[in-house]
């Protein structure tokens, strides 16, 4: 059974520019979380989908935006990059919200 | 607010001692409790979880770990480290706040084994 996949594995981008991040869940999940993770920050929750809707978001801009397709995979898309948004994006998905599989992570550079 | 914490930022043992890595959590209603481990540049993998039943809860690669209500406490724990456990790990817990699902997690231990 195929676990998550997150594509690409590493990133770098600009100042300014956007970014799309990929990931592909485990077949027949249908929820999909993101989360950030920085040294000085620790893991944190960006949002989770469901059957292509946003259901939960975390505490991050507006430039953080995400979105799900019928066949459960999922983008998120970052404008107008920041130093600071330089992470390892971990997506996650689930079939009952009582267990998540992680992918492997996608590192974004920012310079 | 759901949150959990890990007291120590990293734990040193030998190899084959046992190995602890604490934490800690605060919940309004039952705690569903996760570990995980990381190793560099990888994403999170599962180790165990605690929903209900037991209090000791086995998992992955010979970790157990231990829910104790009273204590608020669900402890990571081995019988006998190896190298190979050198890792990052993480204590979460879930948080069903404004009726979805997220993971809340602690700052993480670094886990070092030494030969």
């Known amino acids: 059974k195929a676990g998550v996949t997150q594509t690409p594995r590493y990133l770098i981008k600009t100042r300014g520019q956007q970014v799309t991040l990929s990931c592909s869940p485990i077949?027949?999940?249908?929820?999909v979380s993101w989360y950030q993770q920085t040294p000085g920050q620790g893991l944190q929750f960006l949002f989770e989908?469901?059957?292509?809707?946003?259901?939960n978001k975390g505490n991050f801009p507006g430039r953080f935006s995400g979105r799900q397709f019928s066949n459960s995979r999922s983008e998120m898309n970052v404008s107008t990059l920041e130093l600071g948004d330089s992470a390892l994006y971990l997506c996650?998905?689930?079939?009952?919200?009582?267990?998540?599989?992680f992918g492997s992570g996608t590192r974004l550079t920012v310079v | 607010a759901q949150s959990v914490a890990q007291p120590e930022d990293q734990v040193n043992v030998a190899e084959g001692n046992p190995l602890t890595v604490k934490c800690t959590y605060s919940?309004?209603?039952?705690?569903?409790l996760f570990w995980y481990v990381q190793y560099p540049n990888r994403g999170l993998q599962f180790l165990l979880k605690?929903?209900?039943?037991?209090?000791l809860v086995k998992g992955s690669y010979g970790f157990e770990a231990e829910f104790n209500k009273s204590q608020t406490s669900f402890h990571l724990k081995k019988p006998s480290a190896l190298v190979s456990d050198s890792a990052l790990y993480f204590c979460?817990?879930?948080?069903?706040?404004?009726?979805?699902?997220?993971?809340?997690f602690g700052a993480g231990t670094r886990l070092a084994v030494h030969p």
């Open positions: 996650a998905s689930s079939l009952d919200g009582f267990g998540y599989t």
């Open positions: 077949s027949g999940h249908r929820s």
């Open positions: 989908y469901f059957s292509e809707t946003q259901r």
């Open positions: 919940v309004s209603g039952n705690p569903y």
């Open positions: 605690y929903i209900t039943g037991d209090n």
């Open positions: 979460a817990v879930r948080d069903i706040s404004g009726g979805y699902n997220k993971l809340i």
